[in-house]
């Protein structure tokens, strides 16, 4: 989320996703010089953290205004 100065307003990162969702930037270990931008799935938000361990996973995506859509996103390594 991010704030709206103007309008003091809490607005969602991409207004294509109802939220809640989290969204994330992905540094793969195998290539650092990769960023997935992607969301966290299957964890509670209070439990984010930077560099955490993730695993890749595979979700169908349901913009508000668009086809749903296969995506690669990730959870925590310890979600199953």
């Known amino acids: 989320r991010y704030v709206d100065a103007a309008r003091q ?3 969602p990162i ?6 809640p969702y989290a ?20 964890c509670d938000f209070a439990e984010l953290r930077c560099d955490m361990a993730l695993e890749l996973c595979f979700r169908t995506l349901e913009p508000l205004a668009h086809a749903p ?12």
């Open 9 to 11: 307003k809490v607005l």
């Open 23 to 42: 969204p994330a930037l992905v540094v793969l270990d195998c290539e650092p010089g990769v960023r997935l931008v992607t969301q966290i799935v299957d």
């Open 69 to 80: 859509f296969r995506a690669p996103v990730f959870r925590p390594a310890h979600a199953r």
């Open 14 to 19: 991409n207004p294509d996703f109802k939220p």
